[in-house]
C-alpha cells in the first residue's frame, strides 16, 4: 500500500512538472545564455518597455508571459472551458488556438493539439528543470504561453499546455445548423 501511496505521489509530481516553465525569458534575472538572450536578439511586430507590459498586463498575466512562469494545474480560468470561440494571446491579441482543437489532456492547464494558423508561434528548447521541453512563444509579441509535447491526439500527436494567464477567450457563436439537422 506505502509502495502504491509512493507511486502515485511521484505521478502527481511528474504531472505538476510537466507543464511548468522556469523563467526562460526572464533575462535581467538570468546570466545571458544562448536561450536567454533570444527575445533580445528577435524582432517581434509587437514590442513594448518592460514598464509598458506591467501596465497592460495583470500581475500574474505578467509573470506567466514576460517571465515564463506558470500557473497552478487545474486553477486558469480556461483549463476546462468547452464553448466555441478563439484563444487569443494575452499580451498582444494574436489568435492562436481555436476551440475545435482543444482536448481534455488531463494536464490541468488547456491543452491544443494545433494551431489557430502556421506561423503563430515560435518554438524555442528549454532544459530548465532538469528536463527537456519545448516551449511556446507567441511569434507576433514573445511572450511565453507554455510548451508543447508529441504526446498529443491524432492528426498533429502534439499537445500544446498553455497557461490560461497567457490567453483571452473569445466566445464565437456555433456554426448554424445544416438544412435537415436539429438543433
Request: proline share 8%.
Amino acid at each position: 500500500m506505502k509502495a502504491m501511496f509512493n507511486l502515485f505521489a511521484l505521478g502527481a509530481l511528474i504531472l505538476a512538472v510537466g507543464c511548468h516553465a522556469s523563467p526562460t525569458n526572464n533575462i535581467a534575472a538570468r546570466p545571458a545564455t544562448a536561450n536567454s538572450t533570444t527575445n533580445q536578439t528577435m524582432k517581434f511586430p509587437v514590442t513594448k518597455t518592460d514598464a509598458e507590459w506591467r501596465q497592460k498586463l495583470t500581475p500574474e498575466q505578467y509573470r506567466v508571459l514576460r517571465q515564463a512562469d506558470t500557473e497552478r494545474p487545474f486553477t486558469g480560468k480556461y483549463w476546462n472551458t468547452k464553448e466555441p470561440g478563439v484563444y487569443r494571446c494575452a499580451a498582444c491579441g494574436e489568435i492562436i488556438f481555436t476551440s475545435d482543437t482543444k482536448f481534455d489532456s488531463g494536464c490541468g492547464w488547456p491543452s491544443f493539439y494545433d494551431l489557430a494558423a502556421e506561423k503563430k508561434v515560435i518554438l524555442r528548447e528549454d532544459d530548465s528543470l532538469g528536463m527537456h521541453r519545448t516551449e511556446v512563444i507567441c511569434a507576433h509579441c514573445g511572450s511565453h504561453l507554455g510548451h508543447v509535447f508529441d504526446d498529443g491526439p491524432k492528426p498533429t500527436g502534439l499537445r500544446y499546455c498553455i497557461n490560461s494567464a497567457s490567453l483571452n477567450f473569445e466566445k464565437t457563436n456555433p456554426p448554424p445548423p445544416r438544412p435537415g439537422e436539429k438543433k
